[in-house]
């Protein structure tokens, strides 16, 4: 029988693993695999890099001697590191995650190679000093226009994110925020994009029909998982209240069959940035162009089973499987 972890933030989720690991756990054990869920500071051992070695090559208190892999649902990107060099196979690795978890990074990473909003970095500055002064905000705003998105570079769930429609909120939001790395991206409206989506909706009706109902839609995405390279399942995210379509901001995921240009443009990013596994949100403009706001190490999945049965879950430990076996 495989052993395997899936490690998770302690401190996020002090009361216990989220219902993502408890998914994985669930999957492995269809699969006849040894999971444990572990909390990433339980695993701290593994971060006294320089003390000798028979202190810490034994990592894994939790978990049989024997670990064939580990899917890091977590942005410990240290803690993933060490764990990498000691041998561990572990999924996603620590430079992807990394990069994903830094909204700049992502964008730099994916410059010439996927088509984003466009996007302007804050200058760098310390914790200590905060900004003290704004032209560069001005710059934005000049080549961007308003309304205008800022972005702390790390954030999840449609957190940190704020739109600003004029010079002086663009001000007190950089004034607000300037402990926190910022970017600045053009707004992308997509109030009016559900109809670009029709099509890959309906064609995913007979598994799931959608469901409208008489509320302006307020913002919608296209969230495609990929795995192992290739597109697994898709949603449309629409929203009636925010102009973040993400679930945890209040949207209604609803099953979706992408096109061949937008699972291409998915499986592109997640091939550049080297991830085994991701979720990427796409919009589409008020012309029908498609844009890849953000990939996601570690993005969530619940919905994808709500929606039209899809278990992600299972599908990446089955990727994982193939790949250890090799």
């Known amino acids: 029988m495989k052993n395997a972890l899936i490690v998770y933030n302690g401190f996020l989720n002090a009361a216990g693993p989220p219902a993502h690991a408890e998914s994985f756990v669930a999957a492995a054990k269809k699969s006849g695999i040894s999971m444990k869920a572990v909390k990433n500071d339980s695993l701290a051992r593994a971060l006294f890099m320089y003390a000798p070695a028979r202190q810490y090559h034994d990592p894994l208190p939790l978990c049989p001697s024997s670990c064939d892999f580990i899917i890091f649902w977590d942005k410990d990107v240290i803690l993933c590191r060490i764990l990498q ?13 990394e990069i994903c978890d830094d909204k700049a990074l ?22 200590n000093i905060g900004y003290t002064s704004l032209g560069f905000a001005d710059i934005a705003a000049e080549s961007l226009g308003f309304p205008l998105v800022v972005k702390e570079r790390k954030g999840s769930l449609g957190q940190q994110v704020y739109i600003v429609r004029d010079r002086e909120s663009l001000l007190n939001t950089v004034i607000a925020h300037d402990r926190a790395p910022l970017l600045f991206q053009k ?30 839609t307020v913002s919608c995405d296209l969230r495609i998982y ?17 102009f973040r379509a993400n679930i945890a901001q209040g949207s209604t995921p609803m099953a979706y069959i992408p096109t061949e240009e937008e699972s291409l443009l998915a499986e592109t990013a997640a091939v550049a940035l080297g991830l085994d596994f991701c ?44 790949k250890t076996r090799r």
């Open 226 to 242: 990929v795995i192992g390279k290739k597109t697994a399942s898709a949603v449309v995210r629409r929203s009636v209240s925010d």
């Open 106 to 127: 992502t964008a730099v990473e994916l410059r010439g190679k996927a088509d984003m909003p466009e996007t302007a970095v804050a200058p760098a500055t310390f914790d």
């Open 279 to 322: 979720g990427v949100d796409i919009v589409a403009d008020a012309s029908g162009k498609r844009y890849l706001l953000e990939v996601n190490s570690n993005a969530g999945f619940l919905g994808f089973y709500r929606t039209h049965g899809v278990n992600i879950a299972e599908m990446i430990l089955q990727y994982i499987i193939g």
């Open 187 to 216: 707004f992308i409206d997509t109030s009016n994009s559900m109809r670009f989506f029709e099509d890959g909706l309906r064609a995913a009706a007979e598994a799931s029909p959608p469901v409208f109902d008489d509320k302006k």
């Open 85 to 97: 060099d000691m041998g561990f196979k572990v999924f996603n690795a620590a430079r992807p995650i």
